[in-house]
């Protein structure tokens, strides 16, 4: 079995700052265990900026961007250190891949990140992934390494995605009220936990429960198993894969989806263009007995300037986007055959993505 782990920053970080170097011990004995029960594992770790900022003070007070870069610099070389020594202790080789968010709106850059993860894994090198903080200071950043750690769960066709926070899952309320219980089973069909979920960002990293819950809906429909769960638990990851009955919120995996469309699914900040459909072709596309192509006859108007191969976002007349694609055309050309019958698709149904609706 493949499984991706994410480990946030709460989960290896004290209340100080400092890297918790326990806890971190423990989930490498734990990964290391899991290796050793044939299961290919890559990590997905938080923590890089959490360590820099114990470990170095600035001279003078630094913007945000300055001091975002300077502790990631710093903390990064500190976290893959770590985890480096940790498993030489069990006779295991890790990497450290860091990567940014274009990294995966190119088509070439995404499939040479791939490349790379399935050659350490084929070499029995356990990959350790990161955003590099040092040059993602952008308005294009992940929200945090929870959406990292979903796209790496598709891009590597993953059976299993383990999310490891502070807590032990999806709350049906706010985790601090005693009277709250942890959602054991959400639906991967589910479009919308915003009702139950209480908004809030963690100490040390970007994101909160409600991005956790909305990136493991997204991989679950994309037909790989979703946990989100505790990772300060003794034995957390062992308990899960074994099927022990532990405290966590487990959204069970949909149907498999291919890799082009996982891609796809998740490429939402690389479109280049709107294709806004009539009523007909939206009810055609949206209906999931079909399997249907988006052609120029049911497209109603373009927006944006974009290439043959380019993402668009596939709109219905009142703006709600209901899907992503690879144009088939460029913006000049199809805008010609608007309306036009007998054309090949605008968006062929192959590179389509298909997103689900309340």
Not at 105 to 125: D, P
Not at 167 to 181: A, F
Not at 211 to 223: D, F, H, N, Q
Request: proline share 3%.
């Amino acid at each position: 079995m493949r499984i991706v782990v994410k480990v946030g920053s709460n989960v290896i970080t004290r209340a100080d700052g400092t890297l918790d170097v326990t806890r971190m011990s423990a989930l490498v004995d734990q990964v290391a265990e899991l290796r050793r029960m044939a299961h290919q594992v890559i990590l997905v770790s938080s923590g890089a900026v959490a360590a820099g900022r114990n470990e170095i003070t600035p001279s003078h007070r630094l913007d945000t961007v300055s001091a975002r870069q300077l502790f990631s610099a710093v903390g990064q070389a500190k976290l893959i250190n770590r985890y480096y020594e940790l498993f030489r202790d069990h006779g295991m080789t890790c990497g450290q891949i860091l990567t940014t968010k274009e990294g995966f709106g190119s088509r070439t850059h995404y499939l040479n990140q791939k490349h790379c993860m399935e050659v350490m894994l084929e070499q029995n090198v356990i990959p350790v992934i990161n955003e590099n903080d040092t040059i993602s200071v952008t308005e294009l950043m992940f929200t945090d390494n929870d959406e990292l750690s979903g796209l790496v769960a598709a891009m590597m066709d993953a059976d299993l995605l383990i999310i490891l926070s502070n807590i032990d899952g999806i709350y049906d309320g706010n985790p601090s009220d005693p009277t709250s219980k942890v959602i054991r089973v959400v639906s991967h069909d589910t479009v919308d936990l915003s009702e139950v979920v209480v908004a809030g960002k963690s100490t040390f990293g970007r994101g909160g429960m409600l991005t956790k819950s909305r990136i493991a809906l997204k991989v679950a429909s994309e037909g790989i198993e979703v946990f989100i769960a505790n990772g300060k638990r003794d034995n957390i990851l062992l308990s899960l894969v074994n099927g022990e009955d532990i405290p966590s919120t487990r959204i069970p995996a949909g149907e498999r989806v291919n890799g082009v469309r996982k891609w796809i699914a998740h490429s939402h900040d690389f479109v280049k263009g709107t294709l806004t459909v009539n009523a007909g072709a939206a009810e055609s596309l949206l209906d999931p007995s079909r399997a249907a192509s988006l052609l120029p006859v049911g497209i109603t108007e373009i927006g944006g300037n974009f290439e043959a191969g380019d993402l668009v976002s596939i709109i219905t007349s009142d703006g709600t986007q209901i899907g992503l694609g690879c144009s088939e055309y460029d913006s000049t050309t199809l805008s010609e055959a608007l309306g036009e019958k007998n054309m090949r698709p605008a968006v062929h149904y192959d590179y389509l993505y298909i997103e689900a609706q309340p």
